[in-house]
C-alpha cells in the first residue's frame, strides 16, 4: 500500500484497578467500537474512549483480528508477543499444488538437452500459453528453460529480454548455445543462431530488424519509443522481482510494453518470488497475467494488512493460499531439493560481465614492454620463467580489476537469494575492495597473514549464520577449512590452475554439504577469462576429468609462452 495509515487507538497491559486483574485496555474511539462489538464481556474504562478486556485466550485472538487489518499502538510489546505466540498453535500449511506436468519435447530450432524437471518447466509454459512467473531455485536452468520455450512455442519472435545489466552478456551467451537460426520460410540453419541486438545506450534511433533485442532495466523507459516499433511478441524480463515497486520507471515501462497489442506472451523469471508483501509481488503478477489478483486495493482487501510503515503485507493466515493460487494460475516453483536426484553434486556456470577493456588492454602493453625488456636481459632459465611468472600474475590482476564494478553488482544480486554465498578472489587489492563494497552485507573473511584464531572465528561466524557472505583469498581459503553453509560459490577472479577451483569448490562439497553445489565463474568480457575458463569449465560443466592429481605449475615454460602469445594477440589487435 502507498500511503500510511494512521493508528486507530492504542493497546496496553495493565493491571484493572477495580477487578485486580491483568487486562488489556484499549484507546481510541474506532478501536472501542470494533472491540466493544467482537468482546461481550468487556467493560469501559475510567475515560472516553477507553475499554477494558480481560486477558484470556479468546480474548486475545479477537483483538489479533483487529491488528491484522488495523493498526494499533502496541504499548507493552513484550507482553503482546508472549501472549500471542501461546495463544495460537501452528497451523497446518497447505501443501502446494503439484502440476501434472509431463517432459515435453523441444521444438527444432532449440540446441540441447533438457534434464527432465526442465522438461517439465518447458510443459508448463506451454499449458500457461507462456505467461507464466518461473520461480525455481536458483542454479536450476531458467534461462534454458524459457530457450526451449521460444523455440518451441509459434510465433515468438522477435523476442525482448529484459534483464540486469550483470546478466546481459550471459543471456547473448545462452542464446547463442542453445538456439538455432530460423529463416523467413521457416528453415533451420544448424550453424547459425538468431540474430542478437544488444542495446546498451539510452539515445534514441531507430532499431534494426532482429530476433532477438537484449536492454537492462534501466535503459527501457528511454528506449521504449523504439521498442515500441519493433513487433515485439514475446517479453521475458530475468529478475522480475526488480519490478516489485508500480512506482518506478522500469515498471511502468515494462507494463506499457507487455500491454501492446502484438505481445502474446510474458514470461518473469526469478528464484526470489517475493509473496509475504503483497505491494511486491501483485505488480509482478500483474504484467505477466493481468486481472488475476485482481486492481491493486481488491488485492489488498483481501490478502493484506497495513503495517506500521504502511506496507501492505500479506496475513499470516493467507499466505499458503496467496502461494497456491499462484501456483495454480501463473507460477512454477521448485526447489533443488524437489530435484536432487537429477543434479550433479557440483554445476559449473560460466557468467560473461562486462570489463574496462580500454583500460585493461591498456595496462597489457606495459606488462608485454616490461616482459620484453626482462627476457632481453635474463641471463638464467631461471629468470626467464620468474619473467613469464610475473606477468602471467600480473594480466590475472589487471583483468580482475577490469571487472571488478560489474563482480559487485553480480555478488549484490546474488545475494537477494537470502543464501550464504562464498566469494574467491586471488590478489588482496581485489580482496580488500571487495570487502569495502560489500560492506552491507556485513561479509567475514579469509585472507592470507590472519592469525588461526582470527581465521576460525571468521569461519565460525559464517557456519552458525551470523554472515551471510564470505570473501577468501583462493589460496589461502582452498584447504583446510569448511563452508559446507554455503550452496553457491562465486569466482571473482580466475586461478591459471584448474586444481586449485577444485580444491576451493571443496571447501563447501565436503561432508557434511547435503545440497548440490553451484559454482560461478565470472568471466571479463575482453579478457583472456574466457580461455582460462576454459580450462577450468568444459561444455558440460564435468572437469573433474580433467584435474586429475596433478598441479600445473608455471615453470610448463610451453604453457607460458602460448599463454603470452595470447596476450601479445590481443594486443596487436586492439
Known sequence: METSLENIGTLEYVLDKYSKIWSWKITGDRAVNMITRLVTEAWYGENVNEVIVPDTIENIKQIKLILDRYPLDILSKSVWQRKIVKTYATKPILPPIKHKLKRAKTGPQFRGKLLNFQKEGLDFLLKSSGNALLADEMGLGKTVQTLSYVATEKQTFPLLVIAPLVTLHNWEREIEKFLKKKSRNGRITDSFSPSVTLIRTGKS?????????????????????????????????????????KTTQKYKSVKKLAALTSVLYRIGLSGTPIYNRGSEIWPIVDILKPGLLGSFKEFCGYFCYVNDKGKAIVL??????????????????????????????????????????????????KIW???????KTAET???????YHRAIQS???????????????????????EESVVVFCHHKVIHKLLHESLQEFSPVSIIGGQTDTVRQDQIDK???GESKLMIAGIRAGNVGINLTKAKYVIFAELDWSPAIHRQAEDRLHRIGQKNTVFAYYLIGRGTLDDHVANILVDKSYEIDAILDESVDNYENKDKAELILAQIQDKIRSK
Open 462 to 464: 559464517f557456519q552458525k
Open 316 to 365: 499470516e493466515n493467507k499466505r499458503a493460499s496467496l502461494r497456491n493460487e499462484l501456483q495454480k494460475h501463473v507460477m512454477l516453483r521448485r526447489k533443488k531439493s524437489d530435484v536432487l536426484k537429477e543434479l550433479k553434486d557440483k554445476v559449473r556456470y560460466k557468467e560473461v560481465i562486462a570489463s574496462d577493456t580500454d583500460y585493461y588492454l591498456e595496462e597489457l602493453d
Open 369 to 375: 614492454k616490461k616482459l620484453e625488456e626482462e627476457q
Open 205 to 245: 534511433k531507430e532499431l534494426p530488424k532482429t530476433d532477438i533485442y537484449v536492454i537492462n532495466y534501466e535503459l527501457l523507459f528511454k528506449r521504449f519509443d523504439d521498442l515500441s516499433k519493433v513487433g515485439i511478441k514475446t517479453l521475458v524480463c530475468d529478475e522480475v522481482h526488480n519490478l516489485r515497486s
Open 381 to 387: 632459465e631461471f629468470s626467464k620463467s620468474a619473467s
Open 395 to 417: 594480466e590475472r590482476q589487471v583483468a580482475g580489476i577490469a571487472k571488478l564494478p560489474h563482480v559487485i553488482n553480480f555478488v549484490k544480486n546474488i545475494m537477494e537469494i
